[in-house]
């Protein structure tokens, strides 16, 4: 991180938003999860009455301790495998892309955050977060792509934007 730059390294508080058991509805196959984890949690499956249980979850933290009891979709493991991980990427890429639409309240609270550097620094995420220098904090670069994308796409290229290896449009409902 440059000098002088700011870091945004808890998603709590003022900064809550940024955290994907932040309050957001996400309508994903026809399900519709309260939560941005809801939702991931229950793209580990392809069990599409396991995903609706998932979204029924009262917490966010429920919901990814119950969708860990479900087989997996193929491709998705639970620990860390370098050649797996962009399906992982790809899905958290097209949740916060939902959950941050363009014009909504919580895309202008991702755009006042300037250049801060987005830090999800939460113990015991290693991948997706960062504490001091261990971690790889993917959910951070994944907010600050979104942030980006928000400042500097049109709105007919935003409508057109696809994020990594494709805007998952065909197994994501818009809503």
């Known amino acids: ?49 396991a995903r609706k249980t998932v979204a029924s979850c009262a917490t966010p933290e429920e919901a990814d301790r119950l969708s860990r009891q479900f087989a997996l979709r193929h491709g ?3 620990r860390y495998d370098e050649q797996l991980e962009p399906l992982k990427i790809e899905v958290m890429r097209a949740l916060l892309w939902a959950k941050f639409s363009l014009g909504s309240a919580l895309a202008e609270q991702l755009l006042a955050t300037g250049d801060a550097t987005l ?12 504490v001091g220098s261990a971690g790889m904090n993917q959910l951070g670069r994944l907010l600050m792509d979104r942030r980006w994308s928000l400042a500097h796409l049109s709105q007919t290229e935003e409508q057109e934007h696809t994020p990594a290896s494709g805007h998952p449009r065909s197994w994501m409902d818009a809503g």
């Open 119 to 130: 830090i999800y620094g939460q113990p015991g995420e290693p991948y997706w977060g960062k």
């Open 76 to 78: 998705w493991h639970q």
């Open 1 to 49: 991180m440059s000098e002088g730059k700011t870091a945004i390294n808890l998603f709590e508080g003022e900064h809550a938003f940024l955290s994907n058991t932040f309050p957001s509805p996400l309508l994903v196959r026809s399900v519709r999860y309260p939560t941005v984890l809801h939702a991931y949690s229950a793209c580990r499956t392809e069990d599409q009455n």
